[in-house]
């Protein structure tokens, strides 16, 4: 079966670091994908890792580790709008996701 | 944006009747999601589409069927509507493969009476 778990909700302050982490336990692997979800709206694409190691895209950061089944999103500069929930999700080789449950950020002032 | 849409975006409907959601989309991509979301559950695959006709079942797909006739168009089908399935449904598209991440469309908010 597929097994993805983040943690439910986090805080963080506007300014800082947050870590958002997932771990994951499927039956094949083709792709971690990390997508942003606001209330009452489309999860859109955030990044994407198939190798180990960390992608940057500006604010945003992503890292995997297949030996691990592990990954996490790393948000810098936190703004109230990144204020969402964050959707871990893992391909597998017939192109199906498999999402955990998300994790909800709120960011305070 | 990626060109899908759903429709309807909102339905209120009967418990027993059938009810059918309609996904769109203009990029010609190969393969079709449907999508349910509920509070604590994330969101789950129903079905999946790789193709004109050819379709799979998903992790819950029990109580919904799905046609694909077109490359554009994926129907979802609640035979028999259930207030379990009161949910909101996501469509979703993917060309496969590599760094092809999926697109959502806005999704369609489904109550059960």
């Known amino acids: 079966g597929q097994n993805i778990d983040q943690p439910t909700e986090m805080t963080a302050t506007e300014g800082a670091i947050v870590q958002i982490n997932c771990t994951y336990q499927?039956?094949?692997?083709?792709?971690l994908f990390w997508y942003q979800q606001h209330a009452g709206e489309a999860p859109t694409f955030l990044s994407y890792?198939?190798?180990?190691g960390l992608e940057e895209k500006g604010r945003f950061s992503s890292f995997l580790s297949r030996s691990k089944g592990y990954s996490y999103l790393l948000l810098k500069e936190l703004q109230m709008k990144d204020s969402a929930s964050y959707l871990c999700?893992?391909?597998?080789?017939?192109?199906?996701?498999?999402f955990g449950t998300g994790t909800s950020l709120t960011v305070i002032p | 944006d990626a060109g899908i849409t759903q429709s309807p975006r909102h339905k209120v409907t009967e418990t027993g009747t059938p009810v059918t959601l309609r996904c769109h989309q203009t990029?010609?991509?190969?393969?079709m999601y449907w999508y349910r979301q509920d509070p604590g559950h994330g969101l789950r695959l129903i079905h999946y589409?790789?193709?004109?006709?050819?379709?799979d079942k998903g992790e819950v797909s029990d109580g919904y069927s799905v046609s694909r006739s077109k490359t554009e168009d994926f129907l979802l089908t609640l035979e028999s509507a259930t207030s379990s399935q009161t949910s909101v449904y996501f469509c979703?598209?993917?060309?496969?493969?590599?760094?092809?991440?999926?697109?959502f469309g806005p999704g369609t908010r489904l109550t059960v009476l």
């Open positions: 589409s790789y193709g004109v006709k050819d379709t």
């Open positions: 979703a598209i993917s060309s496969g493969g590599g760094y092809n991440e999926q697109f």
């Open positions: 890792n198939v190798l180990d």
């Open positions: 499927t039956s094949g692997f083709n792709g």
């Open positions: 990029e010609n991509h190969r393969y």
């Open positions: 999700a893992v391909r597998d080789p017939s192109n199906q996701f498999y």
